[in-house]
């Protein structure tokens, strides 16, 4: 037994799957929550009934469904690419857990690189989405994974510019440092510090990261008013299950980002009070699920841009707000010191 | 070097597409995400009502068939329907029955405009102002409920009259809806009308200049958005229209160009301000009297022809009834505005894009029960 547990490949498998202990009930949370969230928006109840307290069971008993459901894959696809694809986005976006700091003893992986692996890896996303749109072979979900891929690479850029500046005040990329300097009060993390150096970036970043997990205003990969449901047009059953998964465990991987560079992480916000490792996953998940409500809240609110609009949106405006932000910081400081 | 090429892909846009509005199928020829042509395919929901009409051994039977033209907007057809064939019999129904087929088709006139601009939020991404539109309109199917007893499809108003008299409590119960209404209208234009990105999508986009719309025939909200101040109710009034004050809203130059997508939004949203003043004055002189005593026994026109034109919700809506002198009809020919408001449809959108093509095909509001028949 003793052995058992000293075994170092067990040991970092083991650590592996917890992420994915977060991100399956996580997930099942989620869509129930955007459920209740867009139904209370628009003068509806949502479900209500399975499992008793306000339909708590809906997405337990959909999941169930979408496992019994028959595997179609449809006679002209790519049979290999089109069962792939779903694995490499839920590949993209769970390897990114691993570099997540949930608390302060509890990090997948702490590599000195964490913030660049996390952006790296969660392009991998963009990998299957084309794959799966071009496996397809539908007109529609190739014109999807073709936007898709397109967003995704152009927002990019103004993200991981905006993750720069944090790196540039921290001097370092590993997330667990980033956190770890934003000890104290909340007036301590960056989205407060240097106002608004800090803050503009955290915009820019909220922003484009909406883009990078396909939602309103930036849901034009899947827009279904004109792409049917893009790249996943053809999918259905548990491959289906697979990207919507995959697209509420990236939404929490977008966050959890964002309030590891900008809301201090697992830090508590009333300094050393209520902070601890326990507390501190509590204060991650509380400020991660915050950030998820505001993507569901402006789901429901906002129309949807068109393709062009959205590329002015990324190149023209949120790129050139980046560029001078880092300079302003940079200046910051360079008379700063 | 040789140039590069780049060849043109052919997509069909339904009869399956969650915006075609029903089963329209477009043939879109794309360059990339540029619209390089579009045909429009419809037949799909062809229920040969014209031949149908000939069949029926009364001329109030063609009523329910009328209603499932339009089927969002059953009170105007059934009206233009009745105006017709009243026009050959020559009768002249009481004032009430006007008084109430005004009430009726302007409340109609709201439902139908809700629809179209709930399902237009749709087509543009923003989910939301679909459902308020469809809360709000609940209430007008409610009224519709208490008072013939139909949600969709009323067969409410006859040749010569109406099935039912207004049910009690009814006028309080319109009263208190157009006390609900006009705050959401105000809720609806924060949350939709004047959102930048709703803005951004729809200004400028799908052009159509007055004269073009007038080559096409096109009519109805379409036609006010470019620029044409026609109404029927004011320009050639029925149904003792010309004794309500309204007002006729047109396209304006505000946010986008006249004639643009976003135009033709605003003009229904305006529309349904209108509408609910002429409901609140038709509510005010509703006049008392009975509304069946004008209803003939037999219905035998005399040799002849006529034809009534009224403003539907979608544009002007027409029957042509040629009377053979028997107690059926000989011919019964509509003029559907859809139809004619579909066909301009290619004209104006050329060189739009994939997404724009969706945001102009909302902003016609067709219904493909009508463009059918």
């Known amino acids: 037994m003793q052995s058992i547990l000293e075994n170092p490949y067990l040991i970092a498998v083991l650590v592996a799957l917890v992420p994915l202990v977060w991100i399956l009930p996580y997930a099942l949370f989620a869509i129930w929550l955007e459920r209740k969230v867009s139904a209370h928006m628009q003068d509806r109840l949502g479900p209500m009934r399975t499992g008793g307290w306000h339909g708590w069971a809906q997405t337990i008993a959909d999941m169930i469904k979408l496992l019994l459901k028959e595997d179609i894959i449809p006679s002209k696809s790519e049979k290999w690419l089109f069962i792939l694809a779903p694995y490499i986005v839920f590949a993209g976006s769970y390897a990114a857990y691993a570099a997540i700091p949930f608390t302060s003893v509890y990090i997948g992986s702490n590599i000195n690189v964490g913030v660049f692996y996390v952006v790296a890896v969660s392009s991998l ?61 909340f007036w301590n993390w960056f989205v ?82 209520l902070s601890g490792p326990a507390w501190g996953v509590f204060w991650f998940l509380s400020k991660g699920l915050f950030f998820i409500f505001v993507q569901m809240w402006l789901r429901w609110t906002l ?33 700063s010191h | ?27 879109v020829v794309l360059d990339g995400e540029i619209v390089v042509n579009v045909v429009p395919h419809i037949g799909y929901l062809h229920r040969c009502f014209e031949k149908h009409a000939e069949a029926m051994t009364n001329y109030q039977q063609v009523i329910p068939y009328v209603d499932r033209m339009d089927y969002v907007t059953s009170m105007n057809n059934d009206l233009a329907y009745a105006l017709a064939v009243e026009k050959l019999l020559g009768i002249q129904v009481p004032e009430r029955v006007s008084y109430i087929r005004v009430i009726m088709a302007e409340l109609n006139r709201i439902a139908s405009h809700l629809i179209a601009i709930g399902t237009y939020g749709l087509d543009i991404g923003a989910f939301t102002p679909f459902l308020f539109c469809f809360r709000d309109r609940e209430l007008i199917l409610d009224l519709f409920e208490m008072t013939c007893g139909a949600r969709l499809l009323y067969n409410y108003i006859w040749v010569g009259g109406l099935s039912h008299d207004l049910p009690d409590g009814f006028v309080e119960k319109a009263r208190a809806f157009i006390k609900t209404f006009r705050p959401n209208i105000k809720e609806l234009n924060d949350l939709l009308s004047y959102n930048k990105i709703f803005i951004d999508r729809t200004a400028n986009i799908g052009v159509l200049p007055a004269d073009v719309a007038i080559n096409y025939g096109v009519t109805g909200p379409m036609l006010r958005a470019s620029g044409v101040r026609w109404d029927l109710r004011k320009n050639d009034p029925y149904s003792l229209y010309e004794r309500f004050d309204f007002e006729i809203p047109v396209g304006t130059n505000d946010i986008g160009v006249v004639g643009d997508s976003w135009n033709r939004y605003m003009v229904r949203v305006r529309e349904m301000e209108q509408s609910l003043n002429i409901i609140e004055q038709a509510l005010d ?53 859809s139809f004619c408001n579909l066909s301009v449809l290619p004209e104006i959108s050329r060189g739009a894009m994939v997404a724009d093509l969706v945001a102009i095909l909302g902003s016609i509001d067709i219904v493909l029960g009508e463009v059918d028949r």
């Open chain 1, 125 to 185: 996303v963009v990998v299957g989405i084309l794959i799966g749109g071009w496996a397809s072979n539908n007109k529609w979900s190739l014109l999807g994974a073709m936007r898709s891929a397109a967003q995704i690479v152009s927002y990019e850029i103004p993200s991981t510019l905006a993750i720069l500046t944090v790196v540039m005040v921290v001097g370092t990329l590993n997330l667990q440092e980033i956190v770890k300097s934003q000890e104290g009060w």
């Open chain 2, 285 to 337: 002189n509703l006049p008392s009297g009975d509304v069946k005593s004008a209803i003939p026994k037999r219905i035998r026109p005399p040799v002849g022809e006529a034809y009534v034109r009224s403003e539907s919700p979608k544009g002007e809506l027409g029957f042509y009834v040629i009377s053979d002198g028997s107690g059926s009809p000989f011919r019964v020919k509509a003029r559907s505005p």
């Open chain 2, 1 to 27: 070097m040789a140039e590069f090429r780049t060849e043109e892909m052919v997509l069909n846009m339904g009869p399956q597409h969650p915006s075609t509005h029903g089963v329209l199928r477009l043939e």
């Open chain 1, 192 to 273: 407060f510090q240097k106002f608004p150096f800090l803050f503009i970036p955290f915009l820019i970043y909220f922003i484009a990261s909406l883009a990078e997990v396909n939602r309103t205003p930036f849901d034009i990969p899947e827009a279904e008013s004109e792409l049917v449901a893009g790249y996943h047009t053809e999918y259905s059953g548990m491959r289906f299950a697979m990207f919507f998964l995959a697209e509420y465990a990236n939404m929490f991987a977008v966050s959890a980002v964002a309030v590891s560079l900008f809301f201090g992480g697992w830090q508590s916000p009333f300094g050393t009070a």
């Open chain 1, 303 to 335: 129309p949807r841009l068109r393709v062009d609009q959205l590329m002015y949106t990324s190149w023209k405006v949120l790129m050139p707000f980046a560029f001078a932000n880092i300079v302003f910081i940079g200046l910051w400081m360079m008379f």
